[in-house]
């Protein structure tokens, strides 16, 4: 029962973004004014006071409904870190009663008068659902739903590309692994063709990487080696064990001897390329311990950035709900 | 309407130096706020008795009008030393309602808790709305409604007078 477009539901009467559901939609200027701001956030991490008043008095919800300590842990930084007040709920939800119960918990946490939430959920559209149903005047910020979008994952690694490469302009991204289950990996082909990389590539065995994705605006590889050449940013999906059940994959270690990323395999790609991995990193599964350790890996760099373009989504989503409503109180007044 | 840039420099130059004599101010902290600020800062540092290089200031999570005017699009770089027992000369281009020296103010003391504030300015609209002065004053301008003072640099570094 879907009324609104999540795209057209994030964005306030004056173009800005008063929630953070998706990247589907989102113009290059706002991904832009993200990093912009996240730079600016990223410098406040050298102080010995890392703190701005930024949302002073304003209560933050870290709504998880699936577990996830290092997304939850930056989270609650970034919203601390701009003075607010944070909760964490971690919510068990059966999948059958979903839309009744989700309802349910949106009425009790209303009377906790919050002013965010940050919501993950197992579900795809959980977080536009909860956009679409809960009190004006409340941001919504999805930290992952279902299989359909990871969108501050996705601009913290367009974050680490930037810092890395200084420009979008023609690279060649490489996406590697299990793409037909990752939300991070949909947000990411969403954000680097809006930025205006050169091209994008999906890397994987066919049973990981169905060809509708063509469709987003990517190259699909099922050879690695072809995959990988000439490519500036490799970015390693974490293989899911939990599917191995499926039949969708032989083995842990065949795929790592067709599509792990060692230094051999390195190689392929351009001599000062990027390894980057959104995390739990699999050793010798999807990345050898020598690469990841690497002097080409910026793995750790995706999670200091992640706390910086959390801080900028938080305060650009708190700023357009806060516009809207002084937009709406003067109209009403006049 | 004096708007010779280069003569009110100097004078704000030789008027911090006695100020500073007076005061005991020894080795300070010059602090421009972004961008006009800074400028200003970077004429008057050359004339003060100091070792510390320039720092600079960009209040822009600080400001008090988050809510009707959201976060600015362009936010430069605070570069500041610990400002523990310091003498800070905090220096802006443009006075107006104080509120730009409120929100430095606020940030200088998250860096640490300074022996003393003195404030330059460059231009003193005298149309302040929080009890603020400064303690150097290049020039007071008193400007009609339609018009504006804009400051350009930082080469060459000129100030207009707008008509809007």
Redesign the interface.
């Known amino acids: 029962m879907v009324r609104s477009e999540p795209r057209a539901l994030q964005l306030n009467d004056q173009g800005?973004l008063k929630h953070f559901l998706t990247l589907d939609g989102l113009n290059k200027a706002i991904l832009t004014?993200i990093l912009?701001?996240a730079d600016?956030f990223l410098?406040m991490g050298e102080?010995?006071?890392k703190?701005?008043?930024?949302l002073r008095g304003k209560t933050v919800v870290n709504l998880f409904f699936e577990n996830s300590t290092r997304t939850r842990t930056t989270f609650e930084l970034a919203a601390k870190r701009l003075s607010a007040d944070v909760i964490n709920l971690n919510i068990e939800t059966s999948a059958t009663s979903k839309g009744e119960s989700l309802m349910d918990t949106l009425q009790n946490l209303e009377a906790m008068q919050s002013d965010m939430f940050i919501v993950r959920h197992c579900e795809s559209g959980a977080a536009h659902f909860i956009a679409e149903h809960c009190t004006p005047n409340v941001a919504v910020i999805n930290a992952g739903d279902g299989q359909h979008s990871h969108p501050t994952q996705a601009m913290l690694d367009m974050l680490t590309i930037r810092r890395s490469k200084g420009q979008f302009e023609g690279l060649k991204v490489a996406i590697v692994g299990d793409i037909l289950h990752s939300r991070v990996a949909r947000s990411q082909i969403h954000a680097l063709n809006t930025l205006g990389v050169d091209e994008v590539r999906l890397i994987g065995p066919k049973t990981l990487v169905p060809s509708f994705f063509k469709e987003m605006g990517a190259k699909v590889f099922y050879e690695l080696e072809q995959g990988l050449k000439d490519v500036d940013v490799i970015i390693m999906l974490r293989l899911q064990k939990e599917r191995m059940q499926g039949a969708l994959l032989p083995s842990e270690s065949e795929f790592y001897r067709l599509y792990g990323l060692t230094e051999s395999s390195l190689a392929w790609a351009k001599a000062d390329a990027i390894v980057m991995h959104p995390g739990p990193i699999n050793r010798g599964v999807e990345i050898s311990s020598e690469v990841a350790d690497g002097k080409h890996s910026v793995i750790l760099n995706q999670v200091t950035n992640g706390i910086a373009v959390r801080m900028a989504v938080l305060?650009?989503a708190m700023?357009?709900q806060?516009?809207n409503k002084?937009k709406n109180e003067t109209g009403a007044n006049t | 309407m004096n708007l010779d840039l280069e003569r009110t420099l100097e004078k704000m130059s030789q008027e911090l130096v006695a100020y500073c004599a007076h005061k005991n101010i020894e080795n300070p902290i010059v602090v421009g706020i972004h961008s006009g600020g800074v400028w200003v800062a970077e004429r008057l540092l050359a004339s003060v008795n100091t070792s510390e290089p320039l720092a600079t200031l960009?209040i822009?999570?600080?400001r008090d009008d988050?809510?009707?005017a959201?976060?600015h699009?362009?936010?430069?770089?605070?570069l500041l030393p610990?400002t523990e027992n310091r003498h800070i000369i905090l220096v802006d281009d443009v006075l107006m309602s104080g509120r730009t020296i409120r929100a430095a103010m606020?940030e200088i003391f998250?860096?640490g808790r300074p022996s003393s504030i003195s404030l330059a300015i460059l231009y003193d609209l005298d149309k302040s709305e929080l009890p603020i002065k400064a303690d150097i004053v290049g020039e007071v301008i008193h400007l009609d409604s339609k018009q504006k003072i804009k400051l350009s640099g930082p080469e060459p570094l000129a100030v207009s007078l707008i008509q809007t």
């Open positions: 800005q004014d912009d701001k600016s410098s102080q010995s006071v703190k701005v008043p930024l305060s650009i700023s357009g806060l516009q002084e | 960009d822009s999570f600080y988050f809510t009707r959201g976060l699009p362009k936010v430069k770089q605070t610990s606020n998250d860096f």
